[in-house]
């Protein structure tokens, strides 16, 4: 039951009804079994999972919390982690790894035949087992106390809007909300009208739009030219941003109309000025969740030397692998790693160069800070990320470099991307320049106006029943 399906959209109304029909106290048990039935729309069998992890952290939590002695509040936040990792690791890397092995094996003379599970993986059980860990986590560090009611932390691990791609929550602010639903106010219905439309014209009118531009080109380099390969990588940047950003636009929305804020997971990252600050803003609820139980941690008691360097690099190759169980994933973390190190090397000798010149310099020099930016981490990363094996990236490289023509079928891909990406780049422009919520000081004409805009690009340019987001493989 996808965001873009009008499937989605039946159930959604009749969820608004009858939660807002029902007596305060009914409504967290409707929403357990609205975002049960949701999950086991994808599969019935999903449930199990998720129903079992639920019970493991529920019952760890309370545990860690009541108990005062630290072995026993060690132990039992192992047995959370292993048994979250230990499905993850089952049912997304297991056959990877299996692989790989009997692969390194062979080159050294010796081979055997590698155990295939072969498993469906579960959506988003990468999304729900870092959630359900940071609970456990937070409970054994004293920051948060275990809920004594199973069925709202059922919920908080299950919420529909953000269970099958985010963003990743913590128990400390979705909790609470879940514990008293009051319902929806005016400003809030609003506001989720407003990002459900947002987030349906970035995923049907930009993403699938530009899907039609980078598929074909990814799928075969060397056809077109170096031209449109160009614009096929940058096309592919806006592609990713808008899938995504548009699932977590919907999700937020969605939550809002029953009452509920969620984290925000993107801020404008494609105009940050440098990578630091452009993991600041995109997946913020991952990067964020990496740097409070990965990179602290091992800056501060981890065995690595140099621990800066160290933490870093391990929490970017631990990025790329969440992302997916193939070599690319882990050298599109390792690359980000080495942007985010040579980064921090450089620091000094950036700071002179943006103090050397006036007003007028510092504002080129942060100009182009931004392009480079987006050429680093956008272009760059995410080729490595869309590609779909790495000697594939080597020759969508050579196509720009060594076959850089233009053909009329380029400038038509360049029409298109401005059409499609033009509105989203002077809106961000916008937010950039007065805030991510800023459409909130619009008069009502002009949201209003706006909306329309949105509606109809959705119905005219949309695609009906539309593809896939692509988060929904992790």
Not at 145 to 150: M, Q
Not at 354 to 381: D, E, M, P
């Given at each position: 039951?996808?965001?873009?399906?009008?499937?989605?959209?039946?159930?959604?109304?009749?969820?608004?009804?009858?939660?807002?029909?029902?007596?305060?106290?009914?409504?967290?048990?409707?929403?357990?079994?609205?975002?049960?039935?949701?999950?086991?729309?994808?599969?019935?069998?999903?449930?199990?999972?998720?129903?079992?992890?639920?019970?493991?952290?529920?019952?760890?939590?309370?545990?860690?919390?009541?108990?005062?002695?630290?072995?026993?509040?060690?132990?039992?936040?192992?047995?959370?982690?292993?048994?979250?990792?230990?499905?993850?690791?089952?049912?997304?890397?297991?056959?990877?790894?299996?692989?790989?092995?009997?692969?390194?094996?062979?080159?050294?003379?010796?081979?055997?035949?590698?155990?295939?599970?072969?498993?469906?993986?579960?959506?988003?059980?990468?999304?729900?087992?870092?959630?359900?860990?940071?609970?456990?986590?937070?409970?054994?560090?004293?920051?948060?106390?275990?809920?004594?009611?199973?069925?709202q932390f059922a919920l908080f691990v299950s919420y529909f809007p953000q269970l099958v791609a985010g963003p990743i929550e913590r128990a400390k602010?979705?909790?609470?909300?879940?514990?008293?639903?009051?319902?929806?106010?005016?400003?809030?219905?609003?506001?989720?009208?407003?990002?459900?439309?947002?987030?349906?014209?970035?995923?049907?009118?930009?993403?699938?739009?530009?899907?039609?531009?980078?598929?074909?080109?990814?799928?075969?380099?060397?056809?077109?030219?170096?031209?449109?390969?160009?614009?096929?990588?940058?096309?592919?940047?806006?592609?990713?941003?808008?899938?995504?950003?548009?699932?977590?636009?919907?999700?937020?929305?969605?939550?809002?109309?029953?009452?509920?804020?969620?984290?925000?997971?993107?801020?404008?990252?494609?105009?940050?000025?440098?990578?630091?600050?452009?993991?600041?803003?995109?997946?913020?609820?991952?990067?964020?969740?990496?740097?409070?139980?990965?990179?602290?941690?091992?800056?501060?008691?981890?065995?690595?030397?140099?621990?800066?360097?160290?933490?870093?690099?391990?929490?970017?190759?631990?990025?790329?692998?969440?992302?997916?169980?193939?070599?690319?994933?882990?050298?599109?973390?390792?690359?980000?790693?080495?942007?985010?190190?040579?980064?921090?090397?450089?620091?000094?000798?950036?700071?002179?160069?943006?103090?050397?010149?006036?007003?007028?310099?510092?504002?080129?020099?942060?100009?182009?800070?931004?392009?480079?930016?987006?050429?680093?981490?956008?272009?760059?990363?995410?080729?490595?990320?869309?590609?779909?094996?790495?000697?594939?990236?080597?020759?969508?490289?050579?196509?720009?470099?060594?076959?850089?023509?233009?053909?009329?079928?380029?400038?038509?891909?360049?029409?298109?991307?401005?059409?499609?990406?033009?509105?989203?780049?002077?809106?961000?422009?916008?937010?950039?320049?007065?805030?991510?919520?800023?459409y909130k000081e619009w008069s009502w004409s002009t949201q209003l106006l706006v909306m329309w805009y949105l509606l109809l690009m959705i119905l005219f340019h949309g695609t009906?029943?539309?593809?896939?987001?692509?988060?929904?493989?992790?």
């Amino acid at each position: 039951m996808a965001f873009n399906s009008f499937q989605f959209l039946y159930f959604l109304i009749a969820c608004f009804v009858v939660f807002h029909g029902l007596p305060e106290r009914f409504r967290s048990p409707f929403l357990l079994l609205a975002s049960y039935y949701f999950y086991g729309s994808w599969e019935v069998l999903f449930l199990i999972l998720i129903f079992s992890s639920t019970v493991l952290d529920y019952f760890c939590g309370k545990t860690i919390g009541n108990s005062k002695n630290e072995n026993i509040r060690k132990l039992f936040l192992g047995l959370s982690l292993t048994g979250n990792l230990g499905l993850l690791f089952v049912f997304k890397y297991f056959d990877f790894f299996s692989v790989s092995f009997a692969k390194l094996f062979a080159m050294s003379g010796n081979s055997y035949s590698p155990i295939i599970l072969d498993l469906i993986l579960p959506v988003g059980i990468s999304f729900y087992t870092f959630q359900t860990l940071s609970y456990t986590i937070d409970i054994y560090r004293k920051e948060i106390k275990p809920i004594n009611n199973f069925f709202q932390f059922a919920l908080f691990v299950s919420y529909f809007p953000q269970l099958v791609a985010g963003p990743i929550e913590r128990a400390k602010n979705l909790l609470p909300q879940l514990e008293k639903l009051s319902g929806v106010t005016a400003d809030k219905f609003k506001g989720g009208i407003w990002l459900i439309l947002l987030g349906l014209f970035k995923k049907v009118v930009i993403a699938d739009n530009l899907s039609r531009i980078v598929e074909p080109a990814f799928d075969s380099p060397g056809v077109g030219g170096g031209f449109q390969m160009l614009l096929a990588l940058y096309a592919f940047t806006f592609q990713v941003y808008g899938d995504f950003s548009g699932y977590s636009d919907i999700a937020r929305g969605t939550s809002k109309l029953f009452g509920i804020e969620l984290r925000l997971n993107f801020q404008i990252p494609f105009f940050a000025k440098n990578i630091q600050i452009f993991w600041n803003r995109w997946h913020m609820s991952l990067s964020s969740w990496l740097k409070d139980y990965v990179f602290f941690p091992l800056m501060l008691r981890g065995p690595l030397r140099d621990k800066a360097k160290s933490s870093l690099f391990v929490s970017m190759l631990l990025i790329g692998i969440w992302h997916g169980a193939a070599w690319k994933y882990a050298v599109f973390g390792l690359y980000h790693g080495t942007l985010l190190i040579v980064f921090e090397s450089t620091r000094k000798i950036r700071k002179k160069i943006r103090n050397a010149g006036g007003g007028f310099q510092k504002k080129c020099w942060s100009l182009f800070c931004i392009v480079l930016t987006y050429h680093l981490a956008a272009v760059g990363g995410l080729a490595i990320f869309g590609c779909k094996w790495l000697a594939r990236l080597k020759q969508m490289g050579e196509t720009v470099i060594y076959d850089f023509s233009f053909h009329e079928k380029g400038f038509i891909m360049l029409g298109q991307m401005i059409y499609y990406v033009g509105p989203l780049l002077l809106l961000h422009l916008y937010k950039e320049k007065y805030g991510q919520d800023c459409y909130k000081e619009w008069s009502w004409s002009t949201q209003l106006l706006v909306m329309w805009y949105l509606l109809l690009m959705i119905l005219f340019h949309g695609t009906v029943e539309g593809g896939y987001f692509i988060y929904f493989q992790f």
